[in-house]
């Protein structure tokens, strides 16, 4: 890649394979290579059960990897342990989907978000783990008063607040937010999105975005990735990807999505690309292009050889036969 | 706008429900009409009592907690819905009206082979006998665009993916060819790709039978293409109707307004601010006297928080509930359409 921004994570031909019994696997990250440059969000998108959140949570060392390789600031994330490893956890931060089953309904929100502030002892007295705890209520758009609340008393979009409140307490450097805003309503997401577009150049974060929406991934991050049954099929920045998509898979995405304007949509229907079928069950995937079985431009050499990912243009990668 | 082509009309519907913490007025005074072939889409977010409509126009309203409040009115080609009892109803739900929900895994039965729960909406609405219901039921799969829908008749719930489980709703919904179909965020549980397979479906169904479609959503994206008019419901109350174009191109109320800017859009440049709509929706339970939008409204004036304001009508029985026009003598553009184009750079903020 031409670009010399010093790379945060690099993942390297990461495979996360879940045994189902004795004789079968799920995989469900299979060979995915992708590197995270200081300051960007990488979008990571796909249709659900394509494998990106697991790719998210393996990235963290929240999972244990099967093959390949993490790498944060150098270091190998599954080879850490003791004092790295609990450094690693305070450089990266998750924010999860669900607002509701991610937060403990027996805290209070001030405990909910001091805990990380106890556990890297980040507060010498109980004054300033207070100060700090306010702080990132206010950061977040709430205030002193909620402190002492439970989550319930709360609507989804000041929860989806309160778990990013958790997730900055540890200031963290690096933050993967798996699909932070698809739990809640149209205004809302937009809110939540501008603020973390704020945190991201006041507090000089780098995100991990996973989204299935992916006119939301088009504002929020600068380079995205597409995902497909546990496999990367096309990496390219944001408004090259959007134009220009190379991949039949993200062309067909890309069409699939409404556009809220009765007079563009009219003219998109009838070029719209129609995706027959389902996304096919990731258990004991057989060999080949994953997207053959869909896919309007499918060969028979698609059906046996795997494509990788090749760099089409600078910075613009597909994992397709098709030239 | 004939009378005699109308297949429902709802007039002035208030529903109520009784908690703990008070009475929530979940609908509060809604009224519209709904042609025979027509698509409407209901549109608001969450809590904004479209799900409640629904459910009332289907009979579905349990009372207590729920209560319909006095002036409700319900007409099915001129009968009264809430009137209902006994077989009429049971032939109304299902046979004349029927809904496709949201969250198809918690509508279906899940100890009920998928072919049985469709034959037994047939049974109920026909003189078929079992097999030859048994017969149609396969027939229904196949038309939903399931395959080898021999075998998976025998299949139970959990063994459809999402989108085939959406596609059973369907196949029971248009078992008894419905004269109106009420879609309850039909596709918000599915992926884009499916989301528009399911959406082309509910289509063409519509077409063949030429029944009426109330398509309820959040989602303005979904119903750009889809539907003939748009209602668009805030807190309890419609505060903006109209024909889809005048809706998208020319909205009147400052929350559809927003709403539309809130969506980020493919065609958008990206890395820009979203427009967001400060605040949160009222709540329900002490329902602002003024108009309910006013607390997060960009051009509130101190008239809307102190009475609620008129319909205001424009051409092609477009309307719009909100004092920017309502104080004027003839309705005019809002502020908002004219200082647009000299803020267009501001306007993502």
């Known amino acids: 890649m031409s670009e010399k921004a010093t790379p945060v994570l690099e993942v390297r031909h990461l495979k996360k394979y879940f045994p189902l019994g004795r004789r079968h696997t799920l995989q469900a990250v299979d060979d995915v290579s992708f590197t995270i440059y200081e300051g960007e969000t990488f979008g990571l998108v796909g249709e659900s059960g394509c494998g990106k959140t697991t790719c998210g949570r393996t990235c963290l060392g929240m999972y244990e990897k099967t093959g390949g390789e993490v790498r944060y600031r150098g270091q190998d994330v599954h080879a850490l342990r003791g004092k790295a490893l609990k450094a690693f956890r305070k450089d990266t931060q998750l924010v999860f989907q669900d607002p509701y089953a991610s937060l403990d309904p027996r805290m209070t929100v001030s405990d909910i978000i001091g805990e990380g502030l106890d556990i890297h002892h980040l507060a010498a007295t109980p004054q300033e783990r207070a100060h700090r705890i306010y702080e990132l209520l206010e950061m977040v758009g709430l205030n002193e008063e909620h402190a002492n609340r439970f989550v319930h008393e709360f609507s989804g979009g000041q929860r989806q607040r309160i778990g990013i409140a958790r997730a900055l307490a540890v200031s963290p450097r690096f933050l993967v937010l798996d699909e932070p805003i698809s739990a809640l309503d149209v205004s809302i997401q937009a809110q939540v999105v501008n603020m973390l577009m704020d945190f991201q150049k006041n507090l000089k974060l780098t995100y991990l975005f996973v989204a299935h929406d992916l006119a939301m991934v088009k504002v929020i991050a600068s380079r995205v990735g597409v995902m497909y049954l546990g496999v990367l099929m096309e990496i390219a920045p944001s408004e090259e990807l959007y134009a220009q998509p190379l991949h039949p898979y993200t062309q067909a995405l890309l069409s699939a999505i409404p556009i809220p304007d009765p007079s563009v949509e009219k003219e998109r229907k009838a070029q719209r690309i129609p995706l027959e079928g389902e996304v096919q069950s990731p258990i004991d995937v057989a060999p080949g292009c994953r997207f053959a079985s869909r896919c309007r431009y499918a060969t028979e050499a698609c059906r046996h050889q795997t494509p990788v990912l090749e760099e089409r243009s600078p910075g613009h990668f597909v994992a397709c036969l098709k030239k | ?349």
């Open chain 2, 1 to 349: 706008m004939e009378q005699t082509s109308d297949l429902l009309s709802v007039q002035n519907l208030r529903v109520s429900y009784r908690t703990y913490a008070g009475e929530v007025q979940a609908v509060r005074g809604v009224s519209f009409t709904v042609r025979k072939g027509e698509t409407i889409a209901l549109v608001g977010e969450s809590g904004c009592g479209k799900s409640v409509t629904a459910k009332s126009i289907m009979h579905l309203i349990k009372t207590p907690p729920g209560e319909f409040k006095e002036g409700s009115q319900i007409l099915f080609n001129g009968e009264d819905v809430l009137g209902f009892e006994g077989r009429r109803l049971t032939q109304y739900r299902g046979g004349d009206c029927a809904i496709v929900f949201q969250d198809a895994l918690a509508a279906l039965n899940p100890t009920m082979r998928v072919g049985q729960q469709i034959v037994e909406n047939i049974l109920h609405h026909s003189n078929l006998s079992k097999k030859e219901a048994k017969a149609q039921a396969v027939e229904l799969l196949r038309m939903v665009g399931i395959p080898q829908p021999e075998r998976r008749v025998r299949q139970y719930p959990h063994e459809f993916s999402g989108g085939m489980r959406q596609r059973v709703m369907i196949a029971i919904a248009f078992a008894c060819k419905p004269r109106l179909l009420i879609a309850d965020e039909p596709t918000t549980a599915l992926d884009v790709t499916i989301q528009a397979q399911i959406l082309n479906l509910i289509h063409s169904l519509q077409k063949q039978n030429g029944s009426s479609v109330i398509l309820i959503t959040h989602d303005l994206g979904v119903v750009a293409d889809l539907a003939d008019r748009i209602l668009v419901m805030y807190a309890g109350q419609i505060v903006e109707r109209g024909q889809s174009e005048d809706v998208f191109h020319h909205p009147r109320h400052p929350y559809t307004v927003a709403l539309l800017k809130a969506v980020p859009r493919l065609d958008q440049e990206s890395g820009k601010r979203l427009y967001s709509i400060q605040g949160t929706p009222p709540d329900l339970i002490h329902p602002p006297e003024g108009c309910p939008f006013a607390s997060r409204c960009p051009y509130c004036m101190e008239i809307c928080t102190r009475e609620k304001p008129d319909v205001t009508q424009f051409e092609n029985a477009h309307e719009a509930q909100c004092w920017l026009y309502a104080l004027r003598e003839t309705p005019e553009d809002a502020p908002f359409a004219r200082r647009e184009s000299a803020e267009e750079g501001e306007a993502h903020v």
